[in-house]
């Protein structure tokens, strides 16, 4: 596994490499076909008296979703073994679930002897609401504006993501090893644009656009 070790406001002692180096043997037993782990350690700095900190961000990467994890402590060696705990535990879960899924398959079966689709009800969406879904934007503020009433203090930081079409269950999945607390992907079961997201304890919540049609066509019926 190549290993990335990046310091922001800190260097990187041998020390600091070695230890990552040892705890690296964990993470690869847990995912042998892991490629890449990157490793960012920031150093925190506060005017208010208050304790300097240390951020240490791991992304590993290979084969499969993106798994990230980030912990903080006043010891940056101490914030790794934190990060690693925790991104040794999503990928735990992680391979847990796909045995899982392999023993006990949900949603969609194929049946080779009939052909036959079971186990999903779903209506296909319409041209429009796909076309919908893929060109929809947010207005921004446009860089050198000269009028001063069309200023804004507020940036709204954009990015573009291909769609994915999931059920919720894998949303969730893929949202816990990505380390975040929401996941934007479209109901396969439904075709709509939908967000799961982290509630309290380990409870999650789905929120969904029921899109019947896009907006230009509403207008113009």
């Known amino acids: 596994m190549d290993i990335n070790i990046v310091g922001v406001g800190v260097g990187i002692t041998d020390r600091f490499r070695s230890v990552v180096e040892e705890k690296v043997s964990r993470i690869e037993h847990l995912a ?104 929809g934007s947010i207005p921004v503020q446009n860089e050198g504006a000269g009028d001063d009433e069309d200023y804004s203090p507020v940036v709204i930081r954009q990015k573009e993501f291909g769609a994915e079409w999931m059920t919720v269950e894998d949303a969730v999945d893929r949202m816990e090893l990505v380390g975040h607390d929401f996941f934007l992907f479209i109901d396969a079961r439904t075709d709509h644009p939908s967000v799961v997201y982290r509630r309290k304890g380990w409870d999650y919540g789905v929120i969904a656009l029921a899109t019947q049609a896009a907006p230009a066509a509403q207008v113009a019926s």
């Open 32 to 135: 042998p076909r892991a490629q890449a782990l990157e490793v960012k350690v920031t150093h925190r700095s506060y005017r208010n008296g208050r304790m300097e900190d240390d951020t240490v961000e791991l992304t590993l990467d290979g084969k499969g979703p993106v798994v990230r994890a980030e912990a903080t402590d006043a010891d940056k060696f101490a914030a790794l073994d934190l990060a690693v705990d925790k991104i040794s535990e999503q990928v735990r879960r992680a391979k847990d679930k796909r045995v899982d899924a392999r023993n006990h398959p949900r949603g969609a079966r194929f049946e080779k002897g009939t052909g036959e689709l079971s186990g999903i009800d779903v209506e296909p969406a319409s041209v429009e609401v796909l076309r919908a879904v893929a060109t």
